[in-house]
């Protein structure tokens, strides 16, 4: 039974399939699948939608790259974030979603971090991807 589970759970990851024209580097299918699995853990605080609404946090489209703290229309930065000049690149999203309250002491960010490396690598290819991809699709659940 559990070697049942187990090769269920490859197939379902291997079936979620994103295809991102634009895109830095190619995941494959399954890294991508598990960083969908990841990001459902950001959803309730954020978006990842061209021009997506920001919510508790704000909207993470386009995130690579951009400097942190200076999302239009996201009025909820700590002055620890907008004073950092950080540049989101994937070694410094890496080390803030490891640990954020670590990685910048004063932030608003009340999520404790991913400790896993691959979790880690996984959200961010996904993160990636969807930064590129004109139709990102996760707006937010509906309630």
Same mark, same amino acid.
């Given at each position: 039974?559990?070697?049942?589970? &187990?090769?269920?759970? +490859?197939?379902?990851? %291997?079936?979620?399939?994103? %295809? ?6 190619? *995941?494959?299918?399954? &890294?991508?699948? +598990?960083?969908?699995?990841? *990001?459902?853990? #950001?959803? %309730? #605080? @954020? &978006? ?7 919510? /508790? ?12 703290? &200076? ?9 620890a974030l907008k004073t950092s000049e950080i540049v989101w690149s994937r070694e410094t999203l890496e080390e ?5 309250? /670590? ?18 690598? +996984? ?8 930064? +590129?991809?004109?139709?990102?699709? @996760?707006? %937010?659940?509906? *309630?």
């Amino acid at each position: 039974m559990k070697g049942f589970v &187990t090769a269920s759970l +490859a197939v379902f990851v %291997s079936c979620l399939v994103f %295809s991102s024209p634009g895109t830095t580097q190619d *995941y494959d299918r399954a &890294t991508l699948g +598990a960083g969908k699995i990841m *990001y459902m853990r #950001c959803i %309730s #605080c @954020h &978006t990842i939608t061209k021009n997506g609404r920001n919510l /508790v946090g704000p909207n993470l489209w386009g995130v690579v790259g951009a400097i942190a703290g &200076t999302r239009d229309g996201f009025k909820g930065y700590s002055e620890a974030l907008k004073t950092s000049e950080i540049v989101w690149s994937r070694e410094t999203l890496e080390e803030y979603i490891k640990d954020p309250a /670590v990685f910048l002491p004063g932030t608003n960010m009340i999520y404790k971090g991913l400790p896993k490396e691959k979790d880690r690598a +996984a959200l961010l290819a996904y993160l990636e991807t969807e930064s +590129a991809n004109e139709n990102a699709e @996760h707006e %937010s659940f509906r *309630y």
